[in-house]
Structures are given as C-alpha cells and as structure tokens.
C-alpha cells in the first residue's frame, strides 16, 4: 500500500513540476517586452534561384525605446548587411559590409520612394491566429489596388515597439511582424521569428559607426548590383 501511494505521490509531483516549468515557459516567452532581440529564419522566396546558397539565412533584430536594428550576413558571410531605423530623426540607414564598409540614409521621402515599394494595398484582417516564437500572431492580408496577388503576413502587439513599420513596406500595419516577406537589393526573403528575448541594448547600437563612409542610395544599390 505505501509503495502504491509513494508511486502515485511520485508521479503527481512529476506532474505538477511539468505544469509549473510549462507555466513558466510560456509566461517567459510572452513577455511583453520594449528592449531585445528577435532572431528570424531566413529563406529565399524563390529556393530555385541560382544564387540562393548566397542569401541570408538568418536575421537578428534589436529593438530599444522604438529604435531597431535589423542584420543579416550574406554570401556565406563575406557581406554583412545592416538597417537602422530611427524613429526621432525619421531616418532609415542602409550599411554594407563588403571589401569596404558604406552606409546611405534615407530621409523620410526617400523612405516612401525607396521602401514603401509594394503597390499601393489595403489590410483586411482575419481572425486567424496563431503562436510565433511563442507569441501571439495575428494574419493579416494585403489586397493590392493592381490586382497583384494578395499578400499574407502575421504580426504580434505583444511587443512594445510603437509603429514598428513606419519605414518599410508594412507601414500600414500597426505590429511588430513575425511572418513575412521583404525586398531589397536585390534579395527577396522570407522572414519568420524563431525566438524573442528579452535583452540590455547599448544605445550606440543605434549609431552608423565611424568607419562607414557615407554615400547615395544610388550609389549603394550600384555598388552590390551582380552579387545576388
């Protein structure tokens, strides 16, 4: 009898450690955070693409009082390629690591020329949802005014970043994105949140360091035309 009942104590307090951990799991990974890092999956839109062994296959973001900044490394890690948006100055700041180290900043009409490049569209809403890296999603879909089809992408409010799209082409959505596709030099990528935590960000993250000499857009997208 008392072998039974310690048999059966055993296993309820296995029971209530793994329903305590899991509690504590999820309350972990929903945290509603405004300073961390995200890390996404990166894979091509198109895998049959020549080039593709060349692309990103991971992209980390840090985000801190509204700031982010988005890498990725590129051509087996020969490039390193860096977005910085700032929301105070409304600037949006490519860097390009490549043989030499360059950066162009983009003001806010230059954003609307260069980033908000999808055709014009309305969001409708679903009721779709689900979990991404442990937080809650919410599916969008964009409708194009062309008739280009219709786009899907799933975002998070759990994450205390205000307007996190304003200087890209999801700036009419009001989420931080966790599912979703992005264009830029001549990369076309598929992005999905993998983890998100919660971390100290220095503020000269948010800074174009010295090394980076400054130059156009124009001359930026020149300088990587034929790599991809």
């Avoid at 329903?19 to 300073?35: M, P, R």
Wanted: aromatic fraction near 12%; charge should be neutral; glycine fraction near 4%.
């Amino acid at each position: 009898m008392y072998a039974r009942l310690s048999s059966n104590m055993i296993r309820i307090s296995a029971l209530v450690i793994v329903f305590v951990l899991s509690a504590c799991g999820e309350k972990a990974t929903t945290e509603k955070i405004s300073e961390g890092v995200i890390e996404y999956k990166a894979t091509p839109v198109n895998p049959k693409s020549s080039m593709s062994m060349m692309f990103p296959d991971k992209m980390t973001v840090k985000f801190r009082k509204n700031y982010t900044l988005a890498e990725l490394d590129a051509g087996v890690g020969a490039m390193h390629i860096a977005f910085l948006s700032d929301p105070n100055k409304k600037t949006f700041t490519n860097m390009v690591s490549f043989l030499d180290k360059k950066a162009a900043v983009l003001d806010s009409s230059a954003i609307r020329l260069r980033n908000y490049y999808l055709p014009d569209y309305t969001v409708t809403e679903t009721k779709e949802t689900k979990k991404i890296a442990g937080y809650n999603c919410q599916k969008a879909i964009l409708k194009f005014a062309d008739k280009s089809p219709d786009m899907e992408v799933w975002y998070t409010h759990d994450l205390q970043v205000s307007s996190p799209n304003w200087s890209n082409a999801f700036y009419k959505i009001d989420g931080v994105l966790m599912d979703y596709s992005l264009r830029k030099f001549g990369l076309e990528l598929h992005f999905t949140a993998q983890s998100v935590a919660r971390a100290q960000i220095d503020s000269t993250v948010f800074t174009v360091p010295a090394e980076y000499k400054m130059i156009s857009e124009e001359e930026l997208d020149q300088s990587l035309q034929g790599f991809f």
